[in-house]
Nanobody
Framework: QVQLVESGGGLVQPGGSLRLSCAASGRIRSIGVMGWYRQAPGKERELVAS???????NYADSEKGRFTISRDNAKNTVYLQMSSLKPEDTAVYYC??????????????WGQGTQVTVSS
């Protein structure tokens, strides 16, 4: 009953930029922390960045200064602005959100993933 839909992935050259979006929809009472994770082939899924409902952000060390996470609470949407992209940023990027759907039920939801490929 809750969906997270990512968009904005694609192919970009090294040094380029991309903006990912993730919109939550469905039976939503409130949304807590939202985040972006990525998984490269043969590697474990790792945190890229997260943002609380109040706007407090957290970044993986390798992304600090290159990526910016933001959110629009009115639209239930989280964004990831990526710049100075490197080939090692190539991965499937997943959106994640802690969503309360009723007074007694809160769960973590995942999007389906969007491919980001950095290559010349």
């Amino acid at each position: 009953q809750v969906q997270l839909v990512e968009s904005g992935g694609g192919l970009v050259q090294p040094g380029g930029s991309l903006r990912l979006s993730c919109a939550a929809s469905g039976r939503i009472r409130s949304i807590g922390v939202m985040g972006w994770y990525r998984q490269a082939p043969g590697k474990e899924r790792e945190l890229v960045a997260s943002i609380s409902s109040g706007g407090v952000t957290n970044y993986a060390d390798s992304e600090k200064g290159r990526f910016t996470i933001s959110r629009d609470n009115a639209k239930n949407t989280v964004y990831l602005q990526m710049s100075s992209l490197k080939p090692e940023d190539t991965a499937v990027y997943y959106c994640n959100a802690l969503i309360q759907t009723s007074l007694l039920y809160t769960n973590t939801y995942w999007g389906q993933g969007t491919q980001v490929t950095v290559s010349s």
